[in-house]
């Protein structure tokens, strides 16, 4: 069965072409050892002028559909235009209480937890009725958002008039929200970053201060009050895209190098671990936590290097004779890389076989 992955695979010979007309898709679907009857074509407006809307689009961890949220979400018909009246605009992610299909399954953020866009839409090719909004410019919270604060709601929608949640409205999985709305949640999701909150971090290692500017050394500081009616544009900039992928990365790891097992913390909760991308944004990877790693200075700059990399089963690679035995004694005794709890913030094989494909000098 031809699925999303089948012709995503077709672009990793040169991530350039993903930014090619869908027709294009269509035609190197039609010449693929794949028949496939039915042409990957971009989902047209017809002659309607839709209006842009922001939305929050809904996906688990373990999903349903064939969601890769910094890349793809999936969707049946029924929210086609939904869907189509964000194109081009801005979405929230949220993930529900139930983390997968499972209805006897909790434990989910109940929480919004990233921001993205979405650049277009085509029609699944194996999936009748079914759907991809492709992403772009994902970028993850500094820490996830609850659906509502005290009695308050972030979505107007979501509150009856009693004041208590409007159950048949949560259960829609794509949902119109308002520029204001997507503004709220917008800096309730990156108050870290924007110098408003402390990052909370188990005990007892201390909160990281919060501090305004971005990088090591800041170099864009802002008015405090200026911040909200700037927040949408900083998130297109790479210093704030860099400093949010660092938080998130720190935070999924523990602020613990995976390869090392490090973890060093200086008084003002600084941490010593950097954030690595292991498909460079460079080269069409994305800010995401799975396309992250936290690695010590020096493992950064041999994993940038391609002097070590890491397997599937996250087992690490060493290129042969690259690396001298001083370093590889830094490297903990498993050989394995120390990945975070939760499933959905571990690295992604697609982007740990891109690496080992073009980087690892192995």
Known sequence: MLTYSHFEAMFE????????????????????????????????????????SKAI????VDPTYDDLPEQRYHFPRTYLRQVEAARGDWIIYYEPRRPSGDLMKTGGKQAYFATARITDIIEDPSKADHFYALIGDFLPFDHAVPFKEADSYYESGLRKDDGSTNKGAFGRAVRKISDAEYDLILAAGFAHVLGKRDRERPAPDPDEEARIGFGDNPQMPFEADSVDRRIVSQVLQRPF?????????????????????????????????????????ADGGPDSVRNGLALSGTVHWMFDRGLISVDD??????????VPDTVTRLINPERRLLVPARADERPHSQFLQYHRREKFKG
């Not at 269509?26 to 971009?42: D, G, Y």
């Not at 689009?57 to 688990?60: E, R, S, V």
């Open 57 to 60: 689009l809904t996906t688990k």
């Open 313 to 322: 089963d996250y087992s690490l690679l060493i290129a042969s004779g690259g």
């Open 13 to 52: 010979v040169n991530p350039r072409q993903q930014e090619n007309t869908l027709l294009g898709c269509a035609a190197i679907l039609k010449t693929s050892c794949f028949h496939v009857h039915t042409n990957l074509v971009p989902v047209s407006n017809g002659n309607k002028s839709l209006t842009m």
């Open 241 to 281: 895209r860099d400093r949010a992928f660092s938080v998130a990365i720190k935070s999924a790891y523990q602020d613990t190098c995976a390869v090392t097992g490090i973890k060093l913390i200086n008084g003002g909760g600084r941490s010593e671990v950097q954030a690595a991308h292991i498909r460079p944004v």
